[in-house]
């Protein structure tokens, strides 16, 4: 039997060996740190038997998917000390996720967060236990009694609601078992100390609102304390930087139960907003693009005829006018369609560039609303690009370069995905190898790296995705190109070509920043509020030293505006120090003080968020400084100590 590893050597043994044996075959120290291996592709335990020839990855930790291992073997540790401790509640399901794990939960009685505690210390115990974790199938009417048998509703209905002959896998850890595919660490032993529960809130059963509501316990786990304790440290971050708490403070939008999921800009928001649209418009002129608008509300037959009614309905707001369906658009897609569509197009408009700025809505569920980061209605910088088969490498460079070049400018590193086609796509398996490769094609040449996302593409095409890195750590993905042989196809688009015959144009749907709110949201919480100068509501704060120097104030604020720097004018007669703290706590980049050697020599005292006091200007120097750094849209340094 040959055993092909990662390095493309080959191990090769004569009788069955498991996963564990023959990582324990390669070195004592891999055999200690696995946590599952990858047989052909596919993630298994490292109990699991080899006995044909096959291609093995030990993964340990430090891989995603053996972290992911970890940290569901600890779901289950938890699942277990909650069982011990509250022997009523009854378990849902308790995935590992991206930043951890969590187990959705029926308590008999509710629990607090001071509960966690007695929790963790319960995993503790169950931990140096080291029960060994075990597997095993059962038919499944055995295994539907086996559950009712230890009274696990919700464990009962997805057993009945898996396929007929679908094999059962459970696994055991002591007096617990739970239904799981696995796979799973060896023994409880092996999710070590390094895990923390975090949070507590509350989830519909299979996240529909018309069921129970259970309490979601989220915790996370690492292979190493030190790689706990720097989430953590990135987490307590996080909540300073919350956009939802510097948004109300900072007076930049608000929520209300009027209208939950839909943002209320407030001034100072708009002007953010407005800056950043203002800064889209300009990028885009410069790369060739045009600017169009299509409706809200569109008829059904057009979101059929796109495919978004089959595909997509669930997520969309539907009203009746003049007796016909219609539905307020989830996409600008269709839309775009229409306009390209509109007049006759020749092999010499390509590429057509159309850019939109369209407000859309999706019905997203009451319990996944978050700020501004998941909202039911947004401003998506959409646009479309129409183009020969010859175009399509150089179109899609141009996008990748113009995200890259938005990405920079805010400071963000980032890195991009692959992904590929789903299962309910549309369209022929030539379209979708010819549109893969032309972004493979277009990566490769841009000397971009990316990872390969199987299976999660748009149901009309493949897609590149741009995963930003905040100034915490944290990614999210924003950027997106997908390339789309399929929509053309359904509304019958065309161009004459140079040959004088009808052709199809291929088109790509591509955003930059995404949706402008959740961008908004995101800046927030990378810049913790105190934006650069370019992008701040309110760029200076004059500040008088008494009410005496008033009309001086208000001169130095008038020549601000005429310049058309955003500034306000601080009238209230509190003593300067607490003019400045407020200032402060606004983060205001710039505040001038001026006093009575201000009016008297036309100067102001420059104190800045970056520097702190950095002395006495002339307004006409002050002002230069300022329209230059803000033309530049330069991101200066912090260097004062806090």
Not at 231 to 240: I, N, Q, S, V
Not at 501 to 524: N, T
Request: net charge negative.
């Amino acid at each position: 039997m040959r055993i092909t590893l990662k390095d493309g050597s080959v191990k090769e043994y004569t009788q069955p060996v498991s996963i564990l044996e023959v990582a324990r075959d390669l070195s004592e120290g891999l055999g200690r740190m696995a946590c599952v291996g990858e047989v052909d592709g596919e993630v298994a335990d490292l109990r699991t038997i080899l006995d044909k020839d096959c291609t093995l990855n030990i993964l340990t930790a430090k891989d995603e998917k053996g972290l992911a291992a970890l940290r569901h073997s600890a779901s289950h540790v938890m699942a277990q000390a909650i069982k011990r401790l509250y022997p009523e509640a009854k378990l849902a399901i308790g995935p590992s996720i991206a930043d951890g794990f969590y187990y959705d939960i029926d308590f008999a009685e509710p629990i607090v967060a001071e509960d966690m505690e007695k929790i963790e210390a319960e995993m503790k115990k169950i931990i140096k236990e080291a029960l060994p974790i075990e597997r095993f199938t059962l038919p499944r009417e055995e295994a539907i009694a086996f559950m009712k048998e230890k009274a696990e509703p919700y464990k009962v209905e997805l057993i009945e609601d898996l396929p007929e002959g679908e094999e059962i896998s459970f696994y055991k850890q002591g007096e617990f078992t739970d239904l799981c595919a696995g796979p799973h660490l060896m023994s409880t032993k092996d999710v070590g100390k390094a895990y923390k529960l975090t949070s507590i809130a509350g989830a519909y059963w299979r996240g529909d609102e018309h069921n129970k509501m259970l309490t979601r316990l989220y915790a996370t786990a690492f292979s190493k304390k030190e790689e706990l304790e720097a989430y953590l440290t990135m987490m307590e971050e996080a909540k300073k930087r919350d956009h939802r708490k510097l948004g109300r403070e900072l007076g930049l939008f608000m929520m209300h139960e009027a209208g939950p999921g839909f943002p209320f800009f407030l001034p100072k928001g708009m002007v953010l907003k407005n800056t950043l649209l203002e800064y889209w418009r300009e990028i885009h002129k410069k790369a060739g693009y045009v600017e169009i608008a299509t409706p809200i509300i569109l008829n059904r037959s057009l979101w059929e005829n796109s495919g978004h009614w089959d595909h997509y309905k669930n997520n969309m707001y539907t009203t009746v006018i003049d007796e016909q369906d219609f539905a307020v658009k989830p996409m600008n897609c269709p839309g775009g369609m229409l306009v390209y569509a509109s007049e006759p197009r020749s092999y010499r408009d390509l590429p057509l560039r159309a850019g939109e700025l369209g407000l859309v809505h999706r019905h997203e569920k009451s319990g996944q609303l978050h700020g501004l980061m998941r909202v039911r209605c947004f401003t998506q910088d959409d646009a479309h690009i129409f183009m020969m088969p010859e175009q399509i490498k150089e179109e899609i460079m141009g996008v990748a370069r113009l995200i890259d070049s938005v990405y920079k400018l805010f400071g963000f590193q980032y890195h991009v995905e692959l992904s590929t086609r789903p299962e309910d796509s549309m369209g022929s398996d030539e379209d979708w190898e010819m549109a893969t490769e032309g972004l493979r094609g277009a990566l490769s040449e841009l000397g971009l790296d990316y990872v390969v996302n199987e299976g999660d593409g748009a149901f009309y095409g493949p897609k590149i995705d741009f995963h930003l890195v905040d100034a915490i750590g944290r990614t999210w993905q924003c950027g997106t190109i997908q390339l789309d042989f399929q929509m053309p196809q359904r509304f019958d688009l065309e161009y004459i070509g140079a040959d004088g015959e009808k052709h199809r144009p291929i088109m790509i749907h591509r955003v930059a920043f995404g949706s402008i709110e959740r961008f908004i949201g995101i800046l927030i919480e990378h810049f913790a509020g105190a934006f650069p100068t370019w992008l701040a509501p309110v760029q200076v704060k004059v500040l008088p030293i008494s009410d005496k120097f008033m009309d001086y104030a208000k001169q130095v604020t008038e020549k601000l505006e005429e310049a058309g720097i955003r500034t306000e004018l601080d009238m209230r007669s509190e003593k300067i120090g607490y003019k400045i703290r407020e200032a402060q706590m606004q983060k205001i980049p710039y505040m001038l003080v001026v006093g009575q050697k201000e009016e008297e020599e036309g100067l102001v005292a420059v104190r800045s968020r970056f520097l702190g006091d950095e002395g006495q200007k002339t307004l006409e120097e002050f002002i230069v400084a300022i329209k230059d750094e803000i033309a530049k849209k330069e991101i200066r340094e912090v260097q004062i100590k806090k």
